[in-house]
């Protein structure tokens, strides 16, 4: 049908409208189509309610019988979990054809949903538009694949890459536009992840300022020097502080209003590996780490990064001395981390540059 790819962009802006709020589980979308006709739409819109296919299902009512349903990702097939499987309510419903975009790669579900529906009797065809739909959820891939977060890298940088002028001046290297577009990345994640030097030096809030959700906020602290009277730790989202250290102020599960982690050190600082797998026990399925400079660096040459969002200012600021975004002993030419899916946007007077590792 001419129409399908339609109807699935549909089911995938469907889709996009739970970002972040489904978070940890994936974001779909499903448009119920019979006779030619969209009958009821859906979407995962929070986690622990309804999926997108029984949302679609109850809005259609008894026009499902005989329709086809458009769905992003594989219908879920398995029990244990906050809701019911979609594919026996897509077969209760009478539904006659399934089109899926991609594969769950959720072990518990991957080709079993569509084996599960061609069992029953309905028509499954997989693959339309799989790209966009496997995109759209690659942080939920990546947690699926490698057991962790999903990072994203975040800077705000002049034109030659630094980070502060020579004599420590970084308030503001990019323009009013490029940081209300960086609070709203911050309002599609669960946690904004930062070094102890950025909170003594910026003092920063860690919040989305009114462009949605407040995420987790996370700072990496092994000595435990975060002041008491920080901003991130102002009650107005929740904290969790990362520590290698044992003394007797940090004892206890709490430092001020901040859950305190212990995790061990590497020869480089706090194992980024267990920081990232405590997040994930915690729920969190995506990180922002906006810095600094050595946790950026720290991140990229453990291999943590899975996307970029670097915002440029077109200013040069020079300096010898002056901070860059990204230091370290750096990359080999041949081993150098290469974005992928390339793009620029211009925000404001500044550019985005933004790809996938």
Same mark, same amino acid.
């Given at each position: 049908?001419?129409?399908?790819?339609?109807?699935?962009?549909?089911?995938?802006?469907?889709?996009?409208?739970?970002?972040?709020?489904?978070?940890?589980?994936?974001?779909?979308?499903?448009?119920?189509?019979?006779?030619?006709?969209?009958?009821?739409?859906?979407?995962?819109?929070?986690?622990?309610?309804?999926?997108?296919?029984?949302?679609?299902?109850?809005?259609?009512?008894?026009?499902?019988?005989?329709?086809?349903?458009?769905?992003?990702?594989?219908?879920?097939?398995?029990?244990?979990?906050?809701?019911?499987?979609?594919?026996?309510?897509?077969?209760?419903?009478?539904?006659?054809? #399934?089109?899926?975009?991609?594969? +769950?790669?959720?072990?518990?579900?991957?080709? %079993? *949903?569509? $084996?599960?529906? &061609? !069992?029953?009797?309905?028509?499954?065809?997989?693959?339309?538009?799989?790209?966009?739909?496997?995109?759209?959820?690659?942080?939920?891939?990546?947690?699926?694949?490698?057991?962790?977060?999903?990072?994203?890298?975040?800077?705000?940088?002049?034109?030659?890459?630094?980070?502060?002028?020579?004599?420590?001046?970084?308030?503001?290297?990019?323009?009013?536009?490029?940081?209300?577009?960086?609070?709203?990345?911050?309002?599609?994640?669960?946690?904004?992840?930062?070094?102890?030097?950025?909170?003594?030096?910026?003092?920063?809030?860690?919040?989305?300022?009114?462009?949605?959700?407040?995420?987790?906020?996370?700072?990496?602290?092994?000595?435990?020097?975060?002041?008491?009277?920080?901003?991130?730790?102002?009650?107005?989202?929740?904290?969790? #502080?990362?520590?290698?250290?044992? +003394?007797?102020?940090?004892?206890?599960?709490? %430092? *001020?209003? $901040?859950?305190? &982690? !212990?995790?061990?050190?590497?020869?480089?600082?706090?194992?980024?590996?267990?920081?990232?797998?405590?997040?994930?026990?915690?729920?969190?399925?995506?990180?922002?780490?906006?810095?600094?400079?050595?946790?950026?660096?720290?991140?990229?040459?453990?291999?943590?990064?899975?996307?970029?969002?670097?915002?440029?200012?077109?200013?040069?600021?020079?300096?010898?001395?002056?901070?860059?975004?990204?230091?370290?002993?750096?990359?080999?030419?041949?081993?150098?981390?290469?974005?992928?899916?390339?793009?620029?946007?211009?925000?404001?007077?500044?550019?985005?540059?933004?790809?996938?590792?």
């Amino acid at each position: 049908m001419a129409d399908e790819p339609r109807f699935m962009r549909r089911a995938l802006a469907l889709a996009a409208r739970g970002i972040p709020l489904a978070s940890p589980t994936p974001v779909v979308g499903c448009v119920l189509v019979n006779g030619g006709r969209v009958v009821g739409e859906g979407w995962h819109r929070r986690y622990g309610l309804a999926h997108a296919e029984p949302d679609a299902l109850s809005r259609a009512g008894r026009r499902a019988k005989g329709a086809t349903a458009y769905v992003t990702l594989e219908p879920c097939c398995h029990t244990g979990k906050k809701t019911p499987p979609c594919v026996p309510a897509l077969v209760a419903a009478g539904v006659r054809r #399934v089109v899926v975009g991609c594969l +769950d790669p959720n072990p518990k579900v991957s080709g %079993r *949903g569509v $084996a599960a529906l &061609r !069992r029953a009797g309905v028509r499954v065809e997989a693959g339309l538009l799989e790209a966009e739909c496997a995109a759209l959820n690659r942080p939920f891939f990546v947690r699926m694949k490698k057991k962790r977060p999903y990072v994203i890298l975040k800077a705000a940088a002049s034109l030659d890459g630094r980070v502060a002028t020579a004599k420590g001046e970084s308030k503001w290297i990019t323009s009013p536009a490029a940081r209300r577009e960086g609070h709203k990345i911050r309002a599609q994640v669960d946690a904004i992840l930062v070094g102890i030097g950025t909170v003594l030096a910026d003092d920063p809030a860690l919040t989305a300022h009114g462009a949605g959700r407040n995420p987790l906020r996370v700072v990496l602290d092994r000595r435990l020097r975060i002041p008491a009277k920080a901003k991130a730790l102002d009650g107005s989202a929740a904290t969790v #502080v990362f520590s290698s250290l044992r +003394d007797r102020r940090g004892e206890g599960p709490r %430092r *001020g209003t $901040a859950l305190v &982690r !212990r995790v061990p050190e590497t020869k480089s600082g706090l194992d980024l590996h267990k920081v990232l797998s405590a997040l994930l026990e915690m729920g969190v399925g995506s990180v922002l780490v906006e810095g600094g400079p050595k946790v950026h660096t720290s991140f990229l040459e453990a291999g943590l990064v899975d996307e970029i969002r670097l915002f440029v200012a077109p200013k040069l600021l020079g300096g010898e001395h002056a901070p860059a975004w990204l230091g370290g002993k750096g990359f080999p030419l041949k081993k150098a981390p290469e974005l992928k899916n390339f793009s620029v946007r211009k925000v404001g007077p500044d550019f985005l540059l933004q790809g996938i590792l």
